[in-house]
């Protein structure tokens, strides 16, 4: 039974090549292409369920195509790239990027990590619409479509805010846990659905991406307790 259909990025033809295979026997239905303009194309025409996404091609192209889909897209993206290159993480989280992982890193891993995205993107897929939407003081949630708007110091909706699916998750599980301490490897577990291994670093980035999308009047709604986690407050 197929798992999911992946659309992979990789511009090393051997290594896409070698990918592809391996990926296809764990039950995966795999479309292998070696350019970005490529795939924006096949993005129109196919039911996507996550993009693998190599940073080693044509980097600022591939942060360039990311930061271009995810304005239209939901679909969870995996960045692979260099062991060890934590400023190319970071770089890759920032513009949009679900997940990073190393190109050395064990296969089972990247199986699990693909899991674990395909799983929440088809749950989003899947809930149905809850009334009319929530609305905070600086965001009004469509939880039926996945939109977040600002609100305007007036009350009024302005700007839709374009989160990615790991934002937007971070963004549900903030709103529904007012005042509470949530630690970075409860968050971990809760978003990736497997342990963080010590990977407080991920979570950082996405929060942080978060913040600056949505505190825009000068209200930090996501406080930071230093060295322990978050706590969302609607002030």
């Known amino acids: 039974m197929e798992k999911g259909k992946l659309l992979v990025v990789e511009d090393d033809k051997r290594f896409g090549a070698c990918l592809k295979k391996r990926l296809e026997k764990n039950a995966y239905k795999v479309l292998l292409l070696v350019s970005g303009q490529e795939a924006a194309a096949v993005l129109k025409s196919e039911n996507i369920d996550l993009i693998l996404l190599g940073v080693d091609f044509a980097v600022e192209k591939g942060l360039e195509f990311c930061r271009r889909i995810r304005r239209d897209y939901f679909i969870p993206i995996i960045f692979m790239g260099c062991s060890g290159d934590s400023d190319m993480q970071v770089r ?3 513009c949009g990027g679900d997940d990073y992982v190393d190109r050395s890193v064990d296969f089972k891993v990247l199986l699990a990590r693909i899991r674990s995205n395909i799983r929440r993107y088809r749950v989003y897929k899947e809930e149905s619409p809850e009334g009319k939407g929530l609305i905070f003081r600086q965001f009004k949630i469509d939880s039926s479509r996945h939109m977040v708007w600002k609100i305007g110091e007036d009350g009024a909706r302005q700007d839709r805010l374009h989160l990615s699916p790991i934002e937007y998750k971070l963004l549900e599980m903030f709103i529904s846990n007012p005042g509470k301490l949530l ?17 407080v670093r991920t979570v950082m980035v996405h929060v942080s991406n978060l913040r600056k999308k949505i505190n825009y009047l000068d209200s930090d709604m996501i406080r930071t307790v230093r060295g322990t986690g978050y706590v ?4």
């Open 232 to 235: 969302f407050l609607d002030k």
């Open 92 to 94: 890759t989280l920032n």
């Open 183 to 199: 630690t970075y490897g409860e968050i971990y577990h809760t978003i990736w659905k497997t342990d963080d291994l010590g990977d």
